[in-house]
Structures are given as C-alpha cells and as structure tokens.
C-alpha cells in the first residue's frame, strides 16, 4: 500500500517509513548465499557479504604495549603478531605492566618474585586480556617465579594462582623451557585481578 505521505507498506495499511515490511522478504541479486549478510557501501547500495566469524579477539586490535626489561609496539594493523620477532623479554625484574593481551618471554636469570601486574585496572583493554608468560632461556643462577595473594583479593592487579602453595617458579634447567604460565584480567571480589587459567612443564 502507498499512503498519501508517500510511504510504501508491505503487509501493513499504515507505513510508518518511506518502506515499512511486516514480515519477510528476499534479495536476489547474484550475490546472496548461505551465511552472507546484508550490507551496504558508502552510497547506501546493498549487497550480501559474508559473514563475520564468531567469538571475540584475545588480542588488541591497534598497539599493544608491554613494560618489562623493554618495551613492545606491535606493528600489526589488526590482531595478533606478524613474525616470531615482536615479543617481549622479561629478565630480573620485579614488576610487569601489560596494556593488551599477549606473549611475553622470561629470561631466567635472576630470582625476583613478581606478585602484581599492572594493566589489568588502569589498562586500555582491562577486563579480559590475557597474558602469556613463556620459559625462552634459563640460567642456573635463579628463576623468575610467580606469587599470588590469597583469596579474596584486597587490591587490584595482583595474581591469583591455582596452587596450594601460591607460586609458581618454572626450573632454573632445561627442562623449563617452553613452560608457560597464562592469566586473565578479571573481576574478584569488586577488584581487577590476574586469575591463572592455564600452566605446562612447571613445578610449585
């Protein structure tokens, strides 16, 4: 039906926009297909696309930023790392910041305890960016190991660990490389706080 106003109604009397559809319709234009979606350019032409894919990204999507003995930016437009060259390194140090999820390799030269992260409350992705940290060299001079904070937690960006001993110290030998630890920024207790979702080839 067109009304007077001009509006066109599909299965209404009363079209309440310039084309008002009560119940389906079908596009056949040579490019529709199974799973596509309905999109438009930038004059407003429509055509079906496919679809995007399901789930959201661990990773950010423009620079991510880790402070540890350096710092990384990844060079990546859109998600993940280009090349086995952009990650970080952490050797003997105390503290760990991280704005984004991603993979940070630890030198084990030096026996500091890291108890907090930075990043997961004060980052610019926060809530639901993980980190991985993995075992690339070792020394037999020490180990940099992992300390959490029992539950629950009394401040931000501390670590909670699924271990009775609450540490998490990769072997300072062989036997320690490719060991990881992996966290998630999450909520506990109304605090922002690294929880342990995933660890391999570790010792408490």
Same mark, same amino acid.
């Given at each position: 039906?067109?009304?007077?106003?001009?509006?066109?109604?599909?299965?209404?009397?009363?079209?309440?926009?310039?084309?008002?559809?009560?119940?389906?319709?079908?596009?056949?234009?040579?490019?529709?297909?199974?799973?596509?979606?309905?999109?438009?350019?930038?004059?407003?032409?429509?055509?079906?696309?496919?679809? !995007?894919? &399901?789930?959201?990204?661990?990773?950010?999507?423009? %620079?991510?930023?880790?402070? *540890?003995?350096?710092? +990384?930016?990844? $060079?990546?437009?859109?998600?993940?790392?280009?090349?086995?060259?952009?990650?970080?390194?952490?050797?003997?140090?105390?503290?760990?910041?991280?704005?984004?999820?991603?993979?940070?390799?630890?030198?084990?030269?030096?026996?500091?305890?890291?108890?907090?992260?930075?990043?997961?409350?004060?980052?610019?992705? !926060?809530? &639901?960016?993980?980190?991985?940290?993995?075992?690339? %060299?070792?020394?037999?001079? *020490?180990?940099?190991? +992992?300390?959490? $904070?029992?539950s629950p937690p009394t401040a931000d960006n501390i670590l909670l660990l699924h271990t009775t001993a609450g540490i998490w110290i990769p072997p300072?030998?062989?036997?320690?490389?490719?060991?990881?630890?992996?966290?998630?920024?999450?909520?506990?207790?109304?605090?922002?706080?690294?929880?342990?979702?995933?660890?391999?080839?570790?010792?408490?």
């Open positions: 039906m067109i009304v007077s106003a001009g509006n066109v109604g599909i299965g209404t009397i009363v079209p309440t926009s310039t084309l008002t559809v009560v119940g389906t319709f079908k596009l056949v234009d040579g490019s529709q297909g199974l799973n596509k979606v309905l999109t438009s350019d930038a004059g407003g032409l429509a055509s079906w696309q496919p679809g !995007g894919g &399901g789930g959201g990204d661990v990773y950010l999507a423009s %620079t991510q930023t880790f402070t *540890g003995q350096n710092t +990384f930016i990844s $060079t990546v437009t859109a998600k993940g790392f280009v090349n086995t060259s952009q990650y970080v390194s952490l050797g003997g140090v105390t503290t760990f910041a991280a704005n984004g999820s991603g993979v940070v390799l630890m030198t084990l030269t030096a026996a500091n305890p890291i108890a907090t992260i930075g990043g997961c409350s004060e980052g610019t992705v !926060g809530q &639901g960016q993980i980190v991985t940290f993995v075992v690339a %060299t070792w020394a037999t001079n *020490g180990a940099v190991s +992992f300390t959490d $904070t029992p300072a030998a062989a036997t320690s490389l490719g060991a990881t630890m992996t966290l998630l920024c999450t909520t506990v207790n109304s605090h922002k706080v690294w929880v342990e979702i995933g660890r391999s080839n570790a010792t408490d």
